[in-house]
Nanobody
Framework: QVHLVESGGGLAQAGGSLRLSCTDS????????GAWFRQTPGKEREFVAA???????AYADSVKGRFTISRDNAKDTLYLQMNSLKPEDTAVYYC?????????????WGQGVQVTVSS
């Protein structure tokens, strides 16, 4: 069983930066394509960014040019560097792994981490 754990969330000011990390207790993040999604109250979870095992990436238009997804297979960790944050980036961010349909459907999920951006 893969248990994905996100960290690095918190409060940032508009224009600021945060970096999210995702690891798993089974040390299997490095074996799968990975992704980040986000969700705000009353809305469906939305795709943010995804990365293949070899490093190919895909981004939602809303974050393109501001967010960067990366991975360190040696550390079994997935990252999301978020720059130029906007209040509308406020959401619970979820890590995902093991793509069922690239790049937006995944089989394994973390519990989520809150990101709040103040104006």
């Amino acid at each position: 069983q893969v248990h994905l754990v996100e960290s690095g969330g918190g409060l940032a000011q508009a224009g600021g930066s945060l970096r999210l990390s995702c690891t798993d207790s089974g040390r299997t993040v490095s074996r799968y394509a990975g992704a980040w999604f986000r969700q705000t109250p009353g809305k469906e979870r939305e795709f943010v960014a995804a990365i293949t095992r070899s490093g190919d990436t895909a981004y939602a238009d809303s974050v393109k040019g501001r967010f960067t997804i990366s991975r360190d297979n040696a550390k079994d960790t997935l990252y999301l560097q978020m720059n130029s944050l906007k209040p509308e980036d406020t959401a619970v961010y979820y890590c995902a792994a093991d793509a069922r349909r690239w790049p937006t459907e995944f089989n394994r999920w973390g519990q989520g981490v809150q990101v709040t951006v103040s104006s």
